[in-house]
């Protein structure tokens, strides 16, 4: 099991940037593949972005392609969602996930760790 902390949220305007951090302990980080979910008042978690152990597969959002990008580093134990030209419209917790497994998925039923959440809060 990972245990998964999240960290940089809070609240920005329409336009501006956001990183978030997931800083992870326990098994492997290396070899998990990660996440990152999202959920707004009202919606369902849905995805936004997953990496894969080695960085080298990378799936994105349609609603987030050009604005966001998902990094990680092995070797301090965190990943990392970069928002840029944040709209209202993602205003949501924004939740990090860990896999079991090192290949990437868009699935959240795939993840088997996460986050407590991170509050993310665009105004326009």
């Known amino acids: 099991q990972v245990q998964l902390v999240e960290s940089g949220g809070g609240l920005v305007q329409a336009g501006g940037s956001l990183r978030l951090s997931c800083a992870a302990s326990?098994?492997?980080?290396?070899?998990?593949?990660m996440g990152w979910f999202r959920q707004a008042p009202g919606k369902e978690r849905e995805f936004v972005a997953a990496?894969?152990?080695?960085?080298?597969?990378?799936y994105l959002a349609d609603s987030v392609k050009g604005r966001f990008t998902i990094s990680r580093d092995n070797a301090k134990n965190t990943a990392f969602l970069q928002m840029n030209s944040l709209k209202p419209e993602d205003t949501a917790v924004y939740y990090c996930?860990?896999?079991?497994?090192?290949?990437?998925?868009?699935?959240?039923?795939?993840?088997?760790?996460w986050g407590q959440g991170t509050q993310v809060t665009v105004s326009s």
């Open positions: 990496i894969s152990w080695s960085g080298g597969t990378i």
């Open positions: 326990g098994r492997i980080f290396s070899s998990s593949a």
């Open positions: 996930a860990a896999r079991s497994l090192g290949a990437a998925t868009i699935h959240s039923s795939d993840f088997r760790s």
